[in-house]
Nanobody, 112 residues
Framework: QVQLVESGGGLVRPGGSLRLSCVASGFNFSAYAMNWYRQSPGKKRELVAVISHYGSSANYADSVKGRFTVSRDNTRNTVYLQMNNLKPEDTGVYYC?????YGQGTQVTVSS
């Protein structure tokens, strides 16, 4: 069965950085684009970043452009989200996703 396991969240001060990881299993990882979503308190889940199956292209939500970078390692079935210059509004639960399936999420809290 499909499994998506996120990690790397935590508490960070504004301006800080975090790197999230998501290990995938149960499907042919290298054949598919992967997504990162987040759900902030009181808001709907939003798409943050998408990376193509070989990692040659990526797209980002306007709110994170220039601060977040998505990457992947197909040899490790892992997708990453490097988050720099974090802001309080980046607080939320971050999920990786494939084919409308999600992991359990990892909490990111940006606060001074």
């Amino acid at each position: 069965q499909v499994q998506l396991v996120e990690s790397g969240g935590g508490l960070v001060r504004p301006g800080g950085s975090l790197r999230l990881s998501c290990v995938a299993s149960g499907f042919n990882f290298s054949a598919y684009a992967m997504n990162w979503y987040r759900q902030s308190p009181g808001k709907k889940r939003e798409l943050v970043a998408v990376i193509s199956h070989y990692g040659s292209s990526a797209n980002y939500a306007d709110s994170v452009k220039g601060r977040f970078t998505v990457s992947r390692d197909n040899t490790r079935n892992t997708v990453y989200l490097q988050m720099n210059n974090l802001k309080p509004e980046d607080t939320g639960v971050y999920y990786c996703s494939w084919d409308h399936k999600y992991g359990q999420g990892t909490q990111v809290t940006v606060s001074s």
